[in-house]
């Protein structure tokens, strides 16, 4: 499972010009799952997630999670994320979860969140075309990756 995890000021995901999840300061997250991936790596993924500590101190050191600033999270499923370019043009999306599988995992992870943040967290649409707006805050990205066991 992976989880490009983006530290932001503010955002918002759209289905068909409908916005469908919204937060202000905290991090946005970007999902992909895996074909052989499990609960395990997604409770894994989520809690590094939930307590990555890349907010700043009163020092200006990237020292707290978005739990230690009361900042709020934004899970987007994205199959996109195991795609496979490193032959031809085209990508391929063979090492991405079956659709069924992908979202088990996929609203696993956004509950194990809400879990570790004790409050509702917001997403996008399984499945569906989505527009995510973000202000990135930093720039500060990571890549979070747990492979199966």
């Known amino acids: ?19 469908v999840g919204a937060i202000g300061a905290g991090l946005l997250i970007l999902l992909g799952v895996h ?31 978005v739990i230690d600033v009361g900042g709020e999270v934004l899970v987007v499923p994205q199959f996109t994320l195991y795609g496979d370019a ?20 996929y609203e696993h ?8 943040l004790n409050q509702p967290v917001p997403t996008g ?8 707006h973000l202000v990135n805050d930093g720039p500060v990205t990571l890549w979070v990756e747990r492979l199966s066991d």
Request: with cysteine; proline share 6%.
């Open 35 to 65: 074909t052989d991936d499990t609960e395990a790596e997604s409770t894994w993924v989520a809690r590094k997630c939930a307590h990555l500590r890349i907010f700043p101190d009163d020092d200006g050191r990237m020292d707290r999670s």
């Open 109 to 116: 992870f956004v509950n194990r969140v809400s879990d570790e």
């Open 1 to 19: 499972m992976v989880a490009l995890v983006q530290r932001v000021k503010e955002a918002m995901v759209d289905v068909e010009d409908t916005p």
């Open 125 to 132: 649409v399984f499945g569906a075309m989505m527009d995510v």
């Open 86 to 105: 490193t032959q031809g043009n085209r990508p391929s999306f063979t090492d991405a979860a079956p659709p069924d599988r992908a979202e088990r995992l």
